[in-house]
């Protein structure tokens, strides 16, 4: 049994600690980085979802989204953009450049929970990967199969 890594990209040390502190308590393990130069040096395949701002120093969470996008190794770890850019475009470039969420601030930290969950759920779904994956939520994945507890159902290769 595996658990999901997620990766924190802000420059926002106290937000960061809130969100690593509540997403720990659900059973994941959270890494933090306070810059996207500094996330750039870790080994990014091995997180299952990044929390991506986009305001940052010299490389922005929208120059690091396309960056990953474009490298095969990472284009397919989803991102959620946790923002106070709060326009409609500015939401609309985040999901066109590759997002898979985007939340803005101020946010709670249950919003941001619910979202993680349900983009891993997606992903976990769409993955044919020979893993097991489990989490509070009696969510199990042996082999492409899927029992879900909470919602009654299992699922075979995604059918």
């Known amino acids: 049994m595996t658990t999901e890594r997620i990766l924190i990209v802000d420059d926002e040390e106290t937000l960061c600690e809130v969100l690593k502190l509540n997403l720990e308590n659900e059973g994941y393990d959270v890494d933090i980085a306070f810059s996207a130069e500094q996330a750039l040096t870790l080994d990014l395949k091995l997180y299952s979802l990044i929390l991506l701002d986009i305001m940052m120093g010299e490389i922005s969470g929208i120059k690091m989204a396309k960056m990953l996008k474009a490298d095969v190794t990472t284009a ?7 923002t106070a850019r709060d326009t409609e475009d500015d939401m609309i470039m985040g999901l066109n450049i590759g997002a898979d969420d985007y939340i803005m601030k101020p946010y709670t930290v249950r919003n941001v ?15 044919g990967n020979n893993v097991v994956h489990a989490d509070k939520s009696n969510r199990v994945k042996v082999d492409g199969v899927h029992p879900d507890l909470d919602y009654k159902r299992c699922t075979v290769d995604g059918v």
């Open 76 to 82: 397919d770890i989803p991102i959620i953009f946790c």
């Open 113 to 127: 929970i619910a979202r993680v969950k349900s983009v891993l759920r997606r992903t976990f779904a769409h993955k």
